[in-house]
């Protein structure tokens, strides 16, 4: 529920958007940014479906290195378990 | 890029000779991390990094859980709420046992979606978190929701409860690791009464290991030299104001109120409740919910662990009568609570 996972914006409806991560699009909500502020392909930190700040493109990927890091982390726990 | 090992040996160089320095971390992301890295191993052993309450689902309290059962067991209503509330215990059962009409959601846009196709029911839903959650919920209001959606407010506000963890001499805190993402909201500058009147440095780190053990060398090279301040390792992210936006927008919505914690107990400003504008989407006005009391879990010792006064292998029932599949306490349950994190690394 807390984790909060970059993804890049393919589509502006403000105050909602479409982004993408992964191959995986999504509907969020764009309320808490904003409006002119915001950007085709601007990279945005989202949580529980909103986004909540923009980041570059660098920490985009460096947050998703972490996340993979994280779950490969927990797959190796499950399967030693 | 740095590496690890530098960023380890930078820390070994700062650790004081003489004591103990005892590092929280108020994230379950964090905690995380901490955990299956074995970054506590890798520390030096004066250092100890001890979970906080990173976790929204461990200290919800067993009222507002009650009232979600209760609420799901009208016929008029369905209850919604994010998935790791359903299986949290309490002494009616969790809502996943007990309840009757609840829905998962994984956003509080499903909420909208679900009051939409169901004109004819009252939707609860059961928002909790910390501001990450509550940004979000306070969207929604924003542009607008359905008549029949009520909000049964649970939010708590993580400065706040860090500030009674720095009072508590008991836990003896040297340094917080603060919230990437609490942080990218409320900005790195709400920490900063920690560094001026307390004289404890905070630092705002992101969650993977290398940024988190650079947080960690930054504190302690803050205790070293004695300048303390507000550090932030997260930059790019959180900028020193916050999210202006997002704290206006919650603002508009709620208000700060005493609330208790669940295991801990009252404690004055420290949560968020719709203002008396927005009453007619109050759960807790529109159904008449009133508190009702705590019952304490035997041997459970959640609000230990949460305090940072105890570790999850102190409780006797962990890994024992309290696993993830049948939690005894509120924090075995989510991902983000210490107990599930340590079953599942120690
Ligand atoms: S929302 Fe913030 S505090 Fe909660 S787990 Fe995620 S990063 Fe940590
Ligand atoms: S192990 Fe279970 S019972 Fe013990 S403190 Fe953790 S959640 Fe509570």
């Known amino acids: 529920m807390c984790v909060g996972v970059p993804m890049q914006l393919v589509e502006i409806n403000y105050p909602s958007g479409v982004a993408e991560a992964k191959g995986v699009t999504r509907s969020i909500g764009l309320q808490l940014i904003a409006e002119d502020s915001l950007k085709i392909g601007d990279h945005v930190i989202v949580h529980v479906g909103f986004a909540i700040e923009k980041v570059d493109k660098q920490r985009a990927d460096e947050i998703w290195e972490a996340l993979e890091e994280v779950l490969r982390m927990m797959d190796e726990e499950d399967s030693s378990a | ?346």
């Open chain 2, 1 to 346: 890029m740095i590496k690890t090992q530098d960023i380890i040996n930078h820390i070994r160089s700062l650790v004081p000779g003489d004591r103990k320095v005892r590092i929280m971390n108020v994230c379950g992301s964090h905690e995380h991390t901490i955990a299956f890295s074995g970054m506590r191993s890798l520390m030096p052993e004066h250092i100890e990094l001890i979970p906080g309450p990173g976790c929204p689902v461990c200290v919800c309290p067993e009222s507002d859980i009650i009232h979600a059962i209760t609420l799901s067991r009208r016929a008029d209503v369905i209850l919604v709420t994010y998935g790791d509330m359903l299986r949290v215990p309490s002494k009616d059962g969790s809502i996943r046992a007990q309840g009757r009409n609840y829905k998962m959601i994984t956003s509080p846009s499903e909420a909208i979606r679900i009051a939409t196709a169901n004109p004819e029911k009252k939707i609860v839903f059961f928002s909790i978190g910390f501001e990450t959650t509550t940004a979000p919920t306070a969207a929604i209001l924003e542009t607008g929701v359905p008549d029949n959606l009520y909000i049964l407010s649970s939010h708590r506000l993580t400065p706040t409860i860090m500030e009674v963890l720095v009072k508590d001499a008991e836990i003896g805190i040297d340094g917080f690791i603060a919230p990437g993402h609490v942080s990218a909201i409320v900005g790195s500058n709400a920490w900063n009464v920690f560094s001026e009147i307390y004289g404890i440095p905070t630092v705002v780190a992101g969650f993977a290991a290398d940024n988190l053990m650079l947080g960690i060398a930054e504190i302690l090279g803050q205790l070293k030299n004695g300048k303390i301040r507000t550090g932030n390792v997260y930059a790019g992210v959180v900028r020193p104001e916050g999210n202006i936006q997002a704290q206006n927008i919650m603002a508009k919505f709620f208000e700060v109120a005493d609330v208790n914690w669940r295991g801990i107990g009252y404690i004055p400003e420290s949560g968020l409740e719709l203002r008396d504008e927005y009453s007619a989407r109050d759960a807790r006005k529109v159904f008449g919910l009133k508190e009702i009391k705590e019952e304490k879990i035997p041997g459970c010792i959640c609000g230990k662990v949460i305090l940072g006064k105890a570790y999850p292998t102190d409780c006797k029932l962990f890994k024992r009568a309290c696993t993830p599949k049948s939690p005894a306490g509120p924090c075995m349950v989510s991902m983000e609570g210490s107990c599930n994190i340590w079953y599942k690394t120690n």
